[in-house]
């Protein structure tokens, strides 16, 4: 992965800014920002610690070429995709989009920081999610509840038993999907069929624009 | 002079019948004002008052008409006997509506519609119908000086109301700056793209257009005269001088740039590779739509934009205030290279971005096309090798040691107004000096050391313009942009005030205008702005004048010369009709005919003055007519109520308040004399610009006055009045009434 990297800086040099509008989705709006500031004093995550730059600040910094930094940062996966910044922004940037943009671009060159809850959610989902084309409850909560480890993973079960019993009274969680199968949509050959064919079309964007 | 014959009429109408004693108010017009003629009308102001009235002028030879009804400032179209005098009682602002219709307040209410009645008729008997300024010049030809856009913005929109124009201009040919710019920011939409500079159009308008006279390399040697009457000598460099009959003046001189020297810790001057906006250009019209290319030949691909360099500073050392138009100037240049070759590095370094107008989409566009913008403050460009290294504080990442390098540096330099001598500076070179220990006049060795005079007037005052903060030409930016201090002289464009080119079209066009309409007045011995169309002058009684000067030194709009005996020698078409020179006046020579110190000095001494122990004070209210009138008249259309002790006299000035009403008023006995003008200094409001700062200056010595009287100070209150202040002036008006009641009375009453 870290060739990837390698590879994308040599080409780009100096000049991130065109590096994020050729690689990243929707990265040609960055170039657009009038660092207003709306954005960032609009995002609800930005009152919680441990978010390092505002999207304007990525903004800034991708046009004054810090990439590293913008990168490996875990801005973009703070990201609650509420839309504020997106409809408020005077200058109509989809900055949510731009945001998952970069962070799917950090995660493609192998950058994106490591055990970062919503990646690991993300990540976590997609393969559970597409396994039946549908979403394994028990599994999803087990895999996220035991993330951290097997007592972080107990300690957690206990504190959300209220939920979880209350969700099997009303029959939205089945426990014994815990053994595996589970509810599955009709047609799961289909359903990865499609998937696959979607992945194949991206991967051939992107490496044309990776060779390109 | 025919026989005058003095009338009062009395309206009922407005509630006026129901609320106030009529008849009374019709024996007090007979037996105090002693009217020849009282006539009670339900409507005075509907056809058929008019008609009873009209019908008096004509058949019964009334020439003096005292309208007792509502403020002076209603119903004037109604009211409009052009050959009679006429004075208002304030019956219906001035009492009624700013009374509570109680049994209590009956009688002072009553009391204070007595004594406006007896005020307006000792008024209009002190008064004498205007006929107008016989000394008046009929040339209506404009002068416009400069050939930039502005002026020949001017020229063009005169010439196409029907007038003729003579156009000097200072170089060899029009276009001033903006023939110097490769293109010019977009003017129609989309506002995408900078567009041809538009020079070359005007020029052959004008050279068309057989009504504009155009001088180049020529400069103006001498301006005598006055509006209307203007004799302009025009020294052109190679030749003879030509002296043209002009009725207006548009003075379009424009800016030069703040000179770039003074920037070194911006690299200017240490390398070629530091340019300034002009310098940008001039290579980009060098290259006419190829590759930017350096002084040395090299191609540029990256270039560097330093906005507010040397403006908007702070510190004193350099220019205080923004240019207005570099921004939008800076993002066109980054747009040369980027149109040229898209792959030049185009950085703009600012601190706010100023984009006026429609610069916003202008901005976007180069946004679009990859110019990088940047938030920071620069601190140092250094020559690096073959390029340059700009330092900046980026002021979104707080990276204050933030870098980048380019091949050129351009910075965005600001303006300094082309405004000619500061008459100010040269009349009082002590108080200059006296005045620059402060910070705020640091700047003023920023403008050119020795400028020289661009009208050359011959007026006492000085050769120029008055000029106002940093040096532009004096304006009131919000109420009247146009009018200088000097009578059907109008300023355009940057010389008035920073601006980019489409507004100083647009400032062309409404100075022209302006002139155009100052002409014509002239023409008919009428008033400019603010007192347009008034027909009176001021003259002075000769044989009393002291030869003090203080009326040719005090006169705001330099009307006033001396002539060889030292005598006061009034240019009445230069006069704006403030009435300063009356208030300035110590021996009371100088007078209106329908305004003077008798017309204002009859009126205080007509109100009936309650004795002593009557526990009814009067306050005396002079109230300039322009803000603190029409704010006491619009008080009383919110029905908010103010005191019934006050009475108040508009004056045209609070310059043209003469101390000897303040003593007369406080010897006949009144308790308190409010005085409301307009806000001076700096921010002034004042419509006659200096005066209510001269009055206020003359009035602040009326203590001494008082305490030879043996009266509290706080009998003469200044109150500084914004025509806004509806609500807030009743209260001011009641706390000062409540305060006067606390001193106890005047003893001077019944003297």
Redesign the interface.
């Given at each position: 992965m870290s060739n990837a990297n390698e590879q994308m800086a040599a080409r780009y040099k100096n000049n991130f800014l065109k590096e994020i509008e050729e690689q990243a989705e929707m990265g040609e709006w960055v170039k657009m920002c009038m660092q207003c500031g709306v954005c960032s004093g609009s995002c609800p995550t930005n009152f919680h610690p441990g978010w390092d730059h505002p999207p304007q600040e990525i903004f800034m910094m991708i046009r004054a070429g810090k990439r590293e930094e913008v990168l490996t940062s875990n801005s973009m996966w703070m990201c609650t995709s509420c839309y504020n910044c997106y409809v408020r922004c005077p200058r109509k940037l989809p900055i949510t989009h731009i945001m998952h943009g970069i962070a799917e671009y950090a995660y493609r060159l192998g950058l994106a920081p490591k055990m970062q809850p919503t990646l690991h959610l993300s990540q976590t989902f997609w393969n559970n999610c597409t396994k039946t084309g549908r979403v394994n409850e028990v599994k999803l909560t087990q895999s996220l509840y035991f993330k951290d480890g097997f007592m972080a993973g107990i300690k957690k079960g206990l504190e959300m038993k209220d939920v979880a019993l209350g969700l099997v009274k009303a029959k939205r969680l089945n426990i014994f999907e815990a053994l595996g199968g589970g509810h599955k949509c009709k047609d799961i050959k289909g359903i990865q069929a499609m998937l696959a064919k979607a992945k194949e079309l991206e991967a051939k964007r992107k490496a044309a624009k990776a060779v390109a | 002079m025919a026989e005058k014959k003095h009338a009062a009429y009395i309206c009922s109408g407005c509630g006026l019948g129901e609320r106030l004693d009529i008849a009374a108010l019709e024996a007090v017009a007979k037996k105090e004002g002693k009217m020849q003629v009282v006539k009670t009308h339900p409507f005075l102001c509907s056809a058929e008052g008019v008609a009873m009235i009209r019908a008096d002028i004509d058949d019964e030879g009334v020439t003096h008409a005292a309208l007792c009804a509502c403020s002076r400032r209603a119903k004037t179209e109604a009211f409009n006997f052009p050959t009679t005098a006429i004075s208002r009682g304030n019956l219906r602002e001035g009492v009624i509506w700013v009374r509570p219709d109680t049994e209590e307040a009956r009688e002072t209410t009553q009391e204070m519609a007595e004594d406006y009645v007896r005020m307006a008729c000792a008024e209009v008997k002190a008064m004498t119908q205007p006929a107008g300024n016989p000394n008046t010049g009929t040339n209506k030809t404009l002068l416009v000086v400069g050939g930039g856009m502005s002026g020949m913005t001017s020229a063009l929109e005169a010439s196409k109301a029907g007038y003729k124009v003579v156009l000097v201009e200072k170089t060899g040919a029009l276009g001033g700056w903006a023939a110097k710019l490769y293109k010019r920011t977009p003017t129609r939409e989309p506002f995408k793209a900078p567009e041809d500079n538009g020079v070359a159009d005007l020029v052959a308008q004008i050279e068309a257009d057989a009504n504009i006279k155009v001088y180049l390399n020529s400069t103006i040697a001498k301006t005598a005269g006055a509006p209307g009457r203007f004799k302009v000598d025009i020294a052109m460099e190679s030749g003879p001088t030509v002296t043209e009959d002009i009725g207006a003046i548009v003075q379009a001189t424009g800016f030069n740039l703040y000179d770039a020297n003074r920037l070194p810790h911006l690299g200017y001057g240490k390398t070629p590779h530091v340019v300034d906006q002009a310098g940008l250009e001039a290579l980009a019209k060098a290259a006419n739509g190829g590759v930017i290319k350096r002084a040395d030949g090299k191609e540029v691909k990256s270039v560097v934009f330093v906005q507010c360099a040397g403006q908007r500073d702070p510190s004193g050392e350099h220019l205080p205030y923004c240019s207005g138009y570099c921004c939008n100037t800076s993002i066109k240049q980054a747009m040369y290279f980027k149109d040229a070759n898209p792959d030049v590095d185009t950085v703009v370094l600012f601190t706010d971005?100023r984009t006026p107008g429609n610069g916003e989409d202008f901005?976007?566009s180069a946004?679009?096309k990859?110019v990088?913008?940047?938030?920071g403050v620069v601190s140092e460009v250094v020559p690096n090798g073959d390029a340059c290294t700009v330092r900046f504080h980026?002021l979104?990442?707080d990276?204050k040691d933030?870098r980048i390098e380019a091949d050129l540096v351009v910075l965005a330099t600001g303006v300094v107004p082309n405004s000619g001598v500061n008459i100010d500076a040269v009349a009082a070179p002590a108080a200059e000096a006296a005045g620059s220990e402060e910070g705020a006049e640091a700047p003023a060795p920023v403008v050119e050391e020795k400028p020289i005079s661009i009208l050359n007037l011959t007026y006492r005052q000085g050769p120029d313009i008055p000029q106002f903060k940093w040096g532009f030409t004096d304006s009131h930016f919000i109420c009247f942009p146009y009018e200088t201090r000097r009578t059907a002289i109008y300023t355009a464009g940057p010389v008035r005030r920073p601006m980019d080119i489409a507004q100083a079209q647009e400032d062309a066009t409404g100075a022209a205008m302006k002139a155009i309409q100052a002409m014509e007045n002239a023409g008919l011995g009428k008033a400019a702005h603010p007192r347009a169309g008034d027909l009176s002058f001021p003259t002075a009684r000769l044989e009393g004048c002291t030869q003090c000067k203080r009326c040719t030194v005090e006169c705001p709009f330099g009307a006033i010369d001396e002539d060889e005996k030292r005598f006061p020698l009034f240019n009445e078409s230069r006069c704006r009709r403030c009435g300063t020179c009356m208030g300035a006046c110590p021996v009371r020579v100088i007078s209106f005919e329908n305004y003077s110190v008798n017309t204002v000095g009859a009126q205080i001494k007509a109100v009936n003055i309650p004795d002593e122990f009557s526990e009814k004070p009067r306050i005396l209210i002079l109230a300039c007519e322009n803000d603190a009138y029409p704010a006491l008249d619009m008080a009383a259309m919110n029905r908010n109520e103010y005191s019934a002790f006050v009475r108040a006299i508009p004056v045209r000035c609070l310059g043209s308040v003469n101390t000897i009403w303040i003593t007369d008023a406080l010897n006949s006995g009144y308790d308190g004399v409010m005085l409301m003008g307009c806000k001076h200094g700096e921010e002034y409001q004042c419509h006659f610009v200096k005066g209510s700062e001269l009055g206020r200056y003359r009035l602040s010595k009326v203590g001494d006055t008082l305490k030879n009287m043996n009266l509290e100070t706080e009998r003469v209150f200044d109150l500084e009045v914004a025509i806004t202040d509806i609500d807030t002036l009743p209260r001011k008006i009641n706390d000062y009434a409540a305060k006067i009641q606390e001193i106890g009375m005047s003893p001077f009453k019944g003297f």
């Open positions: - | 971005l901005y976007r946004q679009n990859g990088i913008f940047s938030k980026d979104i990442l990276d933030a």
